[in-house]
């Protein structure tokens, strides 16, 4: 089996920063290019960062651009989301995923982990 372990989460105030970590046990994350979505309650995941195979080309959505920062250490098998700025809006469950080549979002492989809990809050 193999499998994506999210952690780094916790309370934070609003402004305050933290940096998840996506560790892959039983593959070779350099392989594959790393999706980071997250889920509030009651709301669909929703993509919010992704970076290519190489660490050549990342993405983000407009609610994080400017606040979160996606890289890679592929040497520790490990891919990273830098959140700084963070807004209350930011609480939900957050979770990394393998995805299609050059970062296409819509293909998915693997399955969901247990994902790590972000909340903003004072």
């Known amino acids: 089996q193999s499998q994506l372990v999210e952690s780094g989460g916790g309370l934070v105030q609003p402004g305050g920063s933290l940096r998840l970590s996506c560790a892959a046990s039983?593959?070779?994350?350099?392989?594959?290019?790393i999706g980071w979505f997250r889920q509030a309650p009651g709301k669909e995941r929703e993509g919010i960062s992704c970076i290519t195979s190489s660490g050549g080309s990342t993405n983000y959505a407009d609610s994080v651009k400017g606040r979160f920062t996606i890289s890679r250490d592929n040497a520790k098998n490990t891919v990273y989301l830098q959140m700084n700025s963070l807004k209350p809006e930011d609480t939900a469950v957050y979770y990394c995923?393998?995805?299609?080549?050059?970062?296409?979002?819509?293909?998915?492989?693997?399955?969901w982990g247990q994902g790590t809990q972000v909340t903003v809050s004072s």
């Open positions: 039983g593959f070779t994350l350099e392989n594959y290019a």
């Open positions: 995923r393998q995805v299609g080549g050059g970062c296409d979002m819509r293909l998915r492989f693997g399955s």
